[in-house]
């Protein structure tokens, strides 16, 4: 296993990476993309073990309830890289689950390059969504075939692909890229039926970085995202050989979107692991920033406060039932329930704009207008800020204008608006977590149990 400061030395590969327009030659120096390889570096000392045989504790492929909900738990304390490597091993081995029977070969060669990372302990992030050009048409009927990345070359050793992934978190501060299909490929169209791990500096792969990170000399003003911020990279194939054990699926476009599923249902789970304790936070804020205002009692706020709760009960259920109502394959692998899980994940991204907007008619429009931490230190007009900020004898400035900075941080700044729009996106969006609910609900018992309802169970056995 690496330490922190192996890792960082590590990322000093040669790879072409980009940010605002330069490339970076260093990305662990820089001021900005270097606070979350900190962040993942604190995550390899964490977990480091000198045992050569070491793995680390987040990659514990669950075999249980018990042993799920545990890496569930253990995940909400982790980085997101961290996270994003371990949804990408379960994703792996989900996918060989689902292929064994079609391609027993591919499955061992997917299984085999598991344990090597395990032991490399590399870092891993996922790179699904395709550029995808006109969206009313499908990959190989493009203007231009590299909308979707697919294989222009077909070697002896290996192939070449070519296309761009987007939306692809912390994809600069991992080690390998691994690539699949977006969505399920139709006959014909083998060349865009690829699934393979790239490594992040092999030659031709280019990597441009976003980032909601605060660009304040005083990031106090922003305690959430200063500390937890995740740039998002475009990343590039430039014509990328990738050797024949690294490539897990070329061709066989009837598999193609059991690499794509077996990906949702891992990211859903986090994602609706992570709306848990989100949600938590904007119930939190929601009662600490109307007993600040003196609201607390007051109907309307109560109400507003009593439907986010319900919310957040809710999707904390929907994860319960998700882990508790696993689903254990040949392999003694535990899947989390997909019914449950997406289910979950659907409600908790369709209802955060409503969650937030309680939480902004609570608090106020000083959500956005509260002083800096730096005006209430002010010499001349600090006092006075700190003065007017205050509510009450037992509520000071200081303390108010702290919560109006992390509710605008979490929901109303640059970072809110990352959430706003992941929320949604992660996993597949919310039209794919809908057709996903409706494969997995029990629509013929749902049937029965009407027909029983309408004294008709005569009719139960033509369901």
């Not at 990597?207 to 959430?224: G, K, L, Q």
């Not at 929907?318 to 392999?331: K, R, Y």
Request: hydrophobic content about 40%; some cysteine.
């Amino acid at each position: 296993m690496m330490t922190g400061d192996q890792y960082r030395a590590s990322l000093n590969d040669g790879r072409e990476t980009y940010f605002e327009g330069h490339r970076i030659d260093d990305v662990a120096a820089d001021p900005i993309l270097g606070i979350t390889v900190d962040s993942a570096a604190e995550g390899y000392d964490r977990f480091y073990d000198p045992a050569p045989d070491a793995v680390g504790a987040f990659m514990k492929v669950p075999g249980t309830a018990e042993e799920l909900r545990e890496q569930v738990e253990l995940h909400e304390t982790v980085d997101l890289l961290t996270h994003v490597t371990y949804a990408s091993i379960m994703t792996l081995l989900t996918a060989a689950d689902r292929i064994e029977s079609t391609l027993p070969e591919n499955a061992a060669r997917i299984r085999a390059w598991v344990e090597d990372a395990q032991r490399r302990d590399v870092r891993i992030t996922q790179c699904i969504t395709d550029a995808k050009g006109d969206r009313s048409r499908r990959p190989g009927n493009q203007d231009d075939p590299d909308q979707f990345v697919r294989v222009v070359e077909r070697r002896d050793d290996g192939i070449v692909i070519r296309g761009a992934k987007l939306h692809i978190s912390a994809a600069s501060m991992g080690h390998e890229l691994m690539t699949i299909p977006t969505k399920s490929m139709k006959p014909g169209e083998d060349d865009y039926s690829v699934a393979c791990m790239v490594e992040v500096n092999a030659p031709g792969v280019k990597i441009i970085n976003t980032t909601y990170a605060p660009r304040h000399e005083d990031t106090r003003d922003f305690p959430i995202s200063s500390r937890h911020h995740t740039p998002e990279g475009f990343v590039i194939f430039d014509d990328v050989f990738v050797p024949t054990e690294r490539v897990f699926l070329d061709g066989n476009p009837e598999l193609a979107g059991i690499f794509a599923h077996s990906l949702g249902l891992w990211e859903r789970l986090g994602g609706l692991s992570s709306m848990v304790t989100k949600y938590e936070a904007l119930v939190g804020f929601a009662q600490l920033i109307s007993e600040a205002n003196g609201l607390e009692r007051t109907g309307h706020i109560k109400e507003k406060i009593s439907e986010m709760l319900i919310n957040a009960t809710l999707i904390r259920a929907t994860l319960e039932a998700a882990i508790e109502n696993c689903h254990i394959t040949a392999d003694r692998v535990a899947f989390p329930d997909e019914l449950y899980t997406n289910a979950g994940k659907y409600h908790g991204a369709a209802n955060w704009s409503l969650m937030v907007r309680h939480l902004h008619d609570i608090g106020g429009g000083a959500i956005l207008t509260s002083p800096g931490i730096a005006d209430l230190e002010n010499a001349q007009v600090g006092h006075l800020a700190r003065k007017y900020m205050s509510t009450m004898q037992s509520v000071d400035g200081s303390y108010r204008t702290r919560l109006f900075h992390a509710i605008r941080d979490l929901t109303a700044d640059a970072y809110g608006g990352w959430n706003a729009v992941t929320n949604i996106q992660a996993g597949g969006g919310l039209y794919a977590q809908r057709i996903v609910s409706r494969m997995h609900y029990d629509m013929d018992q749902a049937k029965r149990t009407a027909l029983a309802m309408a004294d008709m169970s005569e009719y139960a056995d033509q369901v």
